[in-house]
């Protein structure tokens, strides 16, 4: 397969610039609210995809272990920082096309704010299917096209593209938009059950956010997040599946896969793991595990 190509957020300040620094709050806590009401109490490894600087991460602390996956170290690192050095915790650089864990290795997942940017989304959701056990949930977070600003816009003539036909948008490059009827077929396809629908960051609107009070803003969210199985009309939809099939035993320790020839176990040897079948190198630095295809 060819390189699918990656949003790289090597060296973004992104945590800074776009949720410390600016006026996000209310799409904070909206998240927040939405994530209770989706994950499970408890778990064993949960599965964080597009971790970045591990802002939800705090949110999953039912589960034994959490292992964060980004494809940039530097979040990565940022994330390390905030969180702590803990046995509860591993950093993962990888890309999402090509995890490098063993089959069945997680009792639940989340992908918050990451599928939008893949260019191949039913690629990234088989990926992690395969890294789940059966019955894991998996919280899926993605940007929905088919919101009243983008219909509005629509509707005058303001925006060329439709926002609701099946094929994302790519509005920035990659940067995507999506259908919920096209997600919730994506998921099907690959062996996830939906379950149940929230949607999310109905006021993100800039008069709101001035004059309503945050706490009432979020409550008011919370409310509207509800109707989320009965239509999607807001920029933000969380969905929780659940991966069909059996349930497995997790492994105790976290089964590693080398992600150029998928051989596993890869042993798990810092500072540098070595592939036994391609001979691939791969180091670890700064409790971060560098596990990217270059
Ligand atoms: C918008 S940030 C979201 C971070 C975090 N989930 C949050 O909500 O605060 C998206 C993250 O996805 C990561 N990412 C994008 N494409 C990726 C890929 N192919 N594999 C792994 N991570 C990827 C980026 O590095 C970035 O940290």
């Not at 915790?89 to 063993?102: E, M, Q, S, T």
């Not at 919730?184 to 956010?209: C, D, M, P």
């Amino acid at each position: 397969m060819d390189q699918i190509p990656v949003c790289n957020y090597e060296g973004s300040d992104y945590q800074t610039s776009f949720w410390d620094q600016s006026d996000r709050a209310y799409e904070d806590g909206a998240e927040a609210v939405a994530l209770r009401r989706l994950l499970p109490k408890s778990g064993q490894r949960m599965l964080e995809l597009g971790a970045g600087a591990g802002r939800n991460t705090p949110r999953y602390q039912g589960f034994e272990q959490i292992v964060l996956v980004d494809y940039s170290t530097t979040q990565l690192a940022q994330a390390r920082q905030r969180l702590g050095q803990s046995e509860r915790y591993r950093f993962v650089a990888a890309d999402i096309y090509k995890l490098p864990f063993g089959p069945a290795s997680f009792d639940a997942a989340t992908m918050i704010r990451t599928l939008h940017h893949m260019a191949e989304p039913r690629l990234a959701l088989a990926q992690v299917r395969a890294a789940l056990t059966g019955g894991a949930p998996f919280i899926l977070e993605y940007a929905n096209k088919q919101n009243l600003k983008a219909i509005l816009r629509y509707t005058l003539g303001r925006q060329s593209w439709n926002p609701f036909s099946p094929e994302p948008v790519e509005f920035a490059p990659l940067n995507f938009d999506f259908l919920p009827a096209t997600v919730r077929a994506w998921l099907q396809a690959n062996q996830f059950l939906l379950e149940r629908q929230l949607t999310v960051s109905h006021y993100r609107i800039g008069l709101f956010k001035r004059i309503i009070p945050l706490r009432m803003l979020v409550w008011m969210d919370s409310l509207a997040q509800l109707t989320g199985d009965l239509w999607q009309l807001s920029p933000s939809v969380f969905t929780r599946s659940r991966a069909a099939g059996t349930a497995q035993e997790i492994t105790p320790e976290l089964v590693l896969r080398c992600p150029a020839c998928g051989e596993a176990p890869l042993p798990d040897t810092p500072p540098l793991l070595t592939c036994p079948a391609c001979g691939k190198t791969y180091p670890v630095e700064n409790d971060i595990y560098d596990l990217r295809v270059q």
